[in-house]
């Protein structure tokens, strides 16, 4: 069996475990999340209760499941993999007959007082079975078309399921996730440009052959487009929005307001100031000072990420903790600039930082794998 | 499936080569993120700052207190009155259908009230108060006072709105306020943003409009802030603004209050002015009109009941109408013969009746004629005659000279809606005007007053000051502004031979006084109060040869539209004028008999003080006219104490 390749002897067991624990992981982690206790306590308007207290249940709920996770070895987790991707797969399938719609068409189901978010879970459990994947694939033939193919199915398969609910900032997430993970396992950079010119190339017919009789899309799908692309064009509609949030943002300064001093929130110019927009209330009671900690916290989280994926030998936790790190870094980089105007409004939330049950749950579940990962790395 | 050591090593090498790849690409956005957040807090932070403050804090305007109006002794026009209303606030009021139910048991509410009072609410935010009630009476208001326990989200407020204590009085002198429209807002260059604030009020006509930028005042602001919904959450700041300064008017309320009664339901205008000063003493228009409708916004039946008067009650009849002077213009002629040495005071006419001219003959309106006539006695009896030949001499350049000397053709600065200029013509007019050339026959009827011929009360008023007195008097209106009054230097001298206006003084004295004086029956008989003056009549149109040969000849015989307008002017006492008085009848007959009471009724009103004691009149009249008085005093308005102070 494949856990023989672990040398076992290596790894630290039992208690013992919490003193090889990637701590430095886990306080990062606990910092930034400490920020967004305080940045919810502030948009609530000083009320402990609204938001702060919930988000602060979950993130307890959520370590014990990271350390209990983290304890497992790893090898375990690599043989369920397959298991778990499947099991997700058919939560997607299962809520969109049976699922609640809301805020903003995310779709969840009520399990007991867990509200789970299955395209969250996906995030994880793809990068799981696409490590596992390439764990028993020889890796001399992960370039091979026929081998290739595989994986993008994988990816592709729950993509299109999330993107119908529909949810396409998480769907953004899955693909391009799933991409991290091929590239990290060793795929030909040459099938990467091949996608990127068929893309380019797609784009640029649709948009070539606009107001021809011959173009792809109907104009109101064209309008459409162009809303999204710039919200600016659309100021008391989609722009409206994104320019409070740079308002909110800009209006900071090198320092800030003061903590619970932002107009932009308190006054409710800002939108879904305590989710995917949370950003903005820190850049704006806290400023360039506070935007840019927060940006170097993550950094951090990052550095450990890869740095203990680079140290681990093992190829399923390299690739696992990779396509993790991916996804981290897919959350921060399109949240920032979805809500700096640099990107269009697609519903993705700031990790650790916006209010929301999935994603913390979901966040610690992964880092819990990393921490896994970690422990029993081969010495 | 166990692979070799080498090949995991490898593969391990790739997938940190990889990973490094990744690293580095994920840390180039990390930096581009870093200064995207630099570039907004850090460089842009400017102009953001001002964008956060442009959304969070709104001015709004505080209209200002308008100035008060208010008579030569304080009494007041036109104030504020408090005005009771009652709103109501969805987010307070939660069940807004029973709260709405409960409260049209306290006041009374009609099914459109509550049906409009539904749509406000639906159309506005919640937090936003609706009208439910506007000039609620202060029973009604005062229940709802009680009741707020138990109307939740009920508000019954206090606002100012312009109110006109002395209704029909001065509707025409003062004129109202009503809202800005849009056609006020297009005439001004730089409207006071004040003008938008919802419901605000200016002035429409009369005082309340010429002295607008006066009464108005200057709007105070205060800075709130809001949220992104509009909600008001506090106020930062406040400054008061200035209200509108208080405007005192040379005219006496009570005497206002006398003569319009004592026109009771005529179409007239009287006009009373101070000869020494040029202060309008009154200044009436009948019928006036209630001008707090207009402020209230007038029903469509009460708009249509005012136009369809024939009466025309929304006219200013006292500076608007321009009616044919009639003899009252005589004045102007002797004068204007006088000082071009065509008569002397002497100088005599023979009056057959008639004369003749080319082969037109112009009727005296005494048909025997009145024989020999002097100067005195031509104004004494208004010999038609004499003034025919008289002007046939001087030339109509030279009565209009006179004429405009006076104050008649000339328009007289006062802050009143359509003042009117009237015309004084000469032969440039009529070129002008009419492309012809002056016939002898145009100046023999204006030399009666007749013909092109118009002026208004308010002109004739003027015309009679300055003969009473010999100096240029210039009307006017406003007496002070803001407590400080308003300073105007002595009328200079007319210039006029003191013998000519001393001889038209003595015809006017005849007038009254004489045995044969047209207006004898109107003198006023206590020597100290001795009354001068000149009856007018002017024609609407010559009664035809059919209406004579159908046995028409009187005035009472003609439908009341077609009569003739009586007119007459005066002024007292003789010996040192200091009222001098225009009256104006429309259709109302002879200037004798119903324009000269009215005018004397009026000089004693201003003279006394008070209502005319009998004395003042002859002896053989007294029964007759205190009955009349009596029956007047009824009609009187009592008003309250002089106001000085605001409310």
Known sequence: MSFLEYRVKTAPTGLRKVLHLNWALVVLVSAVSAIGFLVLYSIAGGDVGLWAEPQMKRFGVGLVLMFGIAFVPIWFWRNIAGLCYGITILLLISVEFFGTVGMGAQRWIDIGPIRLQPSELMKVTLVMMLAAYYDWLDPKKVSRPLWVLVPILLVVFPTFLVVIQPNLGTSLMLLMGGAAVMFAAGVSLWYYGAVLALVVGAVTAVFTTRGTPWQFLHDYQYRRIDTFLDPAADPLGAGYNIMQAKIALGSGGWSGKGFMQGTQSRLNFLPEKHTDFIFTTLGEEFGFVGTLTLLVLYGLILFFIFSSAMQNKDRFSQLLILGIGANFFLYIAVNMSMVMGMAPVVGVPLPFLSYGGSVMLVLLIAIGLIQSAYVHRLR | ??????????????????????????????????????????????????????????????????????????????????????????????????????????????????????????????????????????????????????????????????????????????????????????????????????????????????????????????????????????????????????????????????????????????????????????????????????????????????????????????????????????????????????????????????????????????????GTV?????????????????????????????????????????????????????????????????????????????????????????????????????????????????????????????????????????????????????????????????????????????????????????????RDHALFVGFAPLDAPRYAVAVVVEHGGGGSTVAAPIARDALLRALTGGIPPLDAYPAAQRGRIETDLNALKEKLRVTATPQTTRA
């Open chain 2, 1 to 370: 499936m166990r692979r070799n050591a080498r090949d995991s090593e490898e593969s391990a090498r790739r997938v940190n080569r990889r990973a490094l790849l990744m690293g580095g690409a994920f840390g180039a956005m990390f930096a581009v993120l870093g200064g995207r957040m630099r570039y907004l807090s850090v460089d842009q932070a400017d102009e953001f700052r001002l964008l956060a403050e442009e959304n969070r804090i709104n001015m709004r305007l505080i209209p200002p207190e308008r100035g008060l109006i208010q008579d030569r002794n304080g009494k007041l026009i036109a104030g504020n009155e408090q005005n009771y209303r009652v709103t109501i606030t969805r987010e307070d009021a939660g069940d807004v259908e029973a709260v709405l139910n409960r409260l049209s048991h306290l006041i009374p509410l009609t099914a459109d009230d509550l049906e409009r009072v539904k749509k406000d609410i639906d159309r506005n935010s919640p937090f936003v108060p609706v009208i439910v009630a506007d000039r609620v009476a202060w029973g009604d208001f005062s229940k709802i006072a009680l009741n707020t326990p138990t109307l939740p989200g009920v508000t019954p407020e206090v606002g100012l709105s312009r109110h006109y204590p002395l209704v029909e009085d001065f509707s025409h002198v003062v004129g109202y306020v009503g809202p800005v429209s849009e056609k006020d807002l297009a005439e001004l260059t730089d409207p006071d943003p004040v003008l938008k604030i919802p419901k605000f009020q200016i002035g429409k006509v009369g005082v309340e409009r010429w002295m607008e930028d006066t009464l108005r005042g200057s709007a105070g602001n205060k800075r709130i802030e809001v949220n992104a919904v509009g909600r008001v959450m506090r106020e930062l700041e406040r400054t008061e603004g200035k209200p509108g300064a208080d405007i005192q008017l040379t005219i006496d309320a009570d005497i206002q209050n006398f003569v319009q009664v004592r026109m009771a339901d005529q179409s007239a205008a009287c006009v009373v002015i101070d000869v020494n000063t040029g202060e309008l003493i009154a200044c009436t228009s009948a019928p006036g009109f209630d001008p707090n409708l207009f402020v209230r916004g007038i029903s469509q039946r009460d708009y249509s009941t005012l136009m369809e008067n024939d009466h025309r009650p929304l006219a200013n009849k006292a500076v608007q109408g321009a009616y044919p002077p009639g003899s009252t213009f005589k004045i102007i002629t002797a004068l204007a013969a006088l000082k071009a040495g065509v008569i002397t005071p002497e100088t005599t006419h023979y009056c057959p009746g008639y004369i003749e001219f080319g082969n037109r003959r112009f009727h005296c309106w005494k048909h025997g004629g009145h």
């Open chain 2, 374 to 562: 002097n100067l005195t006695r031509s104004l004494e009896q208004s010999c038609d005659v004499f003034y025919y030949e008289v002007a046939q001499k001087v030339g109509i350049d030279a009565i209009a000279e006179m004429g405009k000397r006076m104050g008649l053709g000339v328009r007289h600065d006062l802050p009143m809606s359509a003042i009117t200029d009237g015309i004084m013509p000469n032969k440039d007019w009529k070129q002008e005007r009419w492309g012809q050339d002056w016939r002898i026959g145009d100046t023999i009827n204006a030399s009666i007053g007749q013909g092109y011929v118009l002026a208004s009360p308010l002109q004739l008023a003027v015309m009679t000051a300055r003969v009473a007195t010999g100096r240029a008097v210039e009307p006017r209106l406003i007496k002070s502004i803001g407590g400080k009054p308003v300073e105007m230097p002595p009328p200079p001298s007319l210039e006029l031979d003191g013998a000519a206006l001393r001889a038209v003084q003595a015809g006017m004295d005849a007038v009254m006084n004489s045995e044969r004086g047209t207006a004898k029956s109107s003198r006023i008989a206590d020597e100290t109060m001795l009354m001068a003056g000149k009856t007018g009549t002017s024609q609407v149109r010559n009664i035809s040869a059919a209406e004579r040969a159908r046995g028409v000849t009187s005035n009472e015989d003609l439908p009341w539209n077609r």
